[in-house]
């Protein structure tokens, strides 16, 4: 399971020694354009060759335009919103839990989603998605 978060970046020890609060930054100010549906915003806290994953290892994404492209027709949905439940830091990881309301097929719901995020350069590096069950209203 530490493979899977483990990067080949000389810098680490640099980013494993960044205060919580710089680590946690990128992560904070996407989910507040990600809530106000701003997607230039949401991805200047992307890397240009950022990859976004489906927890452990499919790969959904890789590069900004690829991220930019799924968040484009995501923020098409009237009723987005992702409400942080809690947020730990650890190194250059950043792990969150959300509870994400949208507009799925069958209706309106929500979904907990455990968001992890690997933090590069004051840039979200990496990303990993491990989504529940929806739950209809």
């Known amino acids: 399971m530490i493979g899977l978060f483990s990067t080949a970046n000389p ?33 200047q806290w992307w890397a240009d060759d950022c990859e976004y994953y ?3 290892s499919t790969l ?6 690829e991220i930019r492209d799924r968040h484009v027709a995501r923020f098409r949905e009237p009723n987005l919103f992702g409400k942080l439940i809690s ?19 069958e209706g309106r719901g929500e979904v907990d989603v455990i968001c992890i995020y690997e933090i590069e350069n ?3 590096a990496k990303a990993w998605f491990k989504i529940g069950t929806p739950r209809l209203d």
């Open 122 to 124: 004051g840039k979200i």
């Open 87 to 105: 947020r730990m830091a650890v190194g250059n990881l950043v792990i969150d839990q959300e509870i994400v309301i949208r507009n799925f097929p």
């Open 60 to 65: 959904l994404a890789k590069g900004a335009l």
């Open 11 to 43: 810098d680490l020890a640099n980013d494993m020694n960044q205060p919580n609060s710089d680590v946690t930054l990128p992560v904070q100010m996407q989910l507040e354009a990600y809530n106000a549906k701003d997607i230039d915003a949401f991805m």
């Open 54 to 56: 489906q927890f452990p």
